[in-house]
């Protein structure tokens, strides 16, 4: 059990270390805007919790008006009084509910808006990277297409090989020289890109290693499932809300005035108090309550749908991870073979059978093996970060 206590536990480090470091790639000013987000949310719903709360109403109010000996007079009233529902057939506690579900949905959806935001910064710099690499393998394969054009030349002068092989190899080089611009056009749009979430220089950040999450987890930290989760409450409490709004409510009363104008009969200041009941009769509320009540059902369908969704995500990533290590694999057995016909060669050249143009071309075809495998292994952290973006720390 120790020893399961402690690998977990290095597990643990290892996911929670290379998710740790998917926070620090945003600007400032992104991370200041999903604070704010955040102080909004917590504030509105602090309001929306005690809405059920009546207002104190205070009015003051000063008056001249002439009187017999034709002098203005001012009279001055002074009133304060409040209205205050104390049960609404459950509505109040149902509203108090309900603000909890919405202040949880909204921080879910938040959370989750900054986690593909961060997510799509290091997509860009995975993206970044591995056309870079690409670069590079564009690179040798024009070196290895000059190297086939200059050969097939000399053959072609000494009357070995017509000229319709020769224009292949030319047209393809040219391809791969145009394609290879192509992908210096794409490394400064990345680059650009990068620059708009992150301050970061994208040719210095460590990427970060991602490791693949358990269904489990992916389900139970899924901050979108986790957010219809909580919207479903809230049309739930919502619904209940709108039962309890055609139902009775008690409302306490109380309001005290003071004034200058008074007879005999009046009082200077006096207070009064008592309560009511009200309870509307309308027309709309059967379509209301159940218009309230399927809008519960439909987001409870949709935390269902939600869960399926993830299973789907979840097989396809381990799918395509399966594809890509299959790929690698493939790559690892390609580099073996290409460094035994270096080898090969490089005994060959030394015995005069081989030139040293033929050393050169088995060499780049060695190199661009080796960027294979490091390309297949940045898609499969652009794979795992379709997981991590919706996950919650």
Same mark, same amino acid.
């Not at 009233?77 to 909204?106: E, H, L």
């Not at 000399?154 to 020289?177: F, K, P, W």
């Not at 611009?181 to 460590?206: C, E, G, H, V, Y």
């Given at each position: ?151 097939? &030349? ?37 680059? &650009? ?69 008074? &007879?005999?009969? &009046? ?127």
């Amino acid at each position: 059990m120790k020893k399961l206590f402690v690998l977990c536990s290095l597990f643990s480090t290892a996911l929670w270390g290379a998710e740790a470091g998917l926070q620090n790639y945003l600007t400032d000013e992104k991370n200041m805007m999903f604070d704010f987000q955040h102080e909004q949310n917590t504030i509105r719903s602090g309001m929306l919790k005690n809405s059920w709360v009546a207002p104190i109403n205070v009015s003051y109010q000063k008056d001249w008006k002439p009187k017999a000996d034709g002098k203005m007079h001012a009279t001055r009233a002074f009133t304060i009084g409040i209205d205050q529902p104390i049960f609404k057939s459950g509505g109040i506690f149902y509203g108090i509910k309900y603000a909890k579900a919405v202040r949880g949905a909204n921080a879910k959806e938040i959370a989750l808006q900054k986690r593909q935001t961060v997510a799509q910064a290091v997509q860009i710099l995975f993206e970044y990277r591995k056309a870079k690499l690409q670069r590079k393998k564009l690179t040798l394969l024009v070196r290895n297409g000059a190297i086939a054009i200059e050969r097939q &030349t000399e053959l072609y002068g000494a009357g070995v090989i017509d000229s319709s092989i020769l224009d292949q190899t030319i047209l393809a080089h040219n391809r791969d020289t145009a394609q290879m611009l192509d992908m210096d056009m794409a490394i400064t749009k990345l680059r &650009t890109s990068f620059r708009f979430l992150s301050d970061k220089n994208p040719d210095k950040l460590r990427l970060p290693k991602l490791k693949m999450l358990s269904l489990k987890h992916y389900k139970k930290g899924n901050l979108k499932l986790a957010a219809k989760k909580l919207r479903a409450m809230e049309k739930r409490y919502s619904a209940k809300m709108t039962w309890a709004k055609y139902l009775p409510t008690v409302t306490a009363y109380t309001h005290y005035q003071y004034t200058d104008q008074y &007879t005999p009969d &009046t009082m200077k200041g006096y207070k009064n108090y008592g309560f009511r009941i009200t309870m509307p009769l309308s027309i709309q509320a059967p379509a209301d309550i159940e218009a309230a009540r399927l809008d519960a059902l439909l987001a409870q369908v949709q935390v269902r749908d939600q869960r399926k969704i993830i299973d789907a995500e979840y097989a396809l990533v381990r799918s395509s991870l399966r594809i890509l290590d299959r790929k690698i694999a493939l790559a690892k057995k390609d580099e073996t073979l290409y460094r035994r016909l270096l080898k090969n060669t490089r005994q060959l050249a030394k015995a005069g059978e081989k030139t040293d143009q033929d050393v050169q071309t088995m060499r780049n075809s060695l190199e661009m093996k080796k960027l294979d495998r490091r390309i297949y292994y940045l898609d499969k952290q652009l794979q795992l970060l379709k997981l991590y973006e919706k996950v919650a720390r």
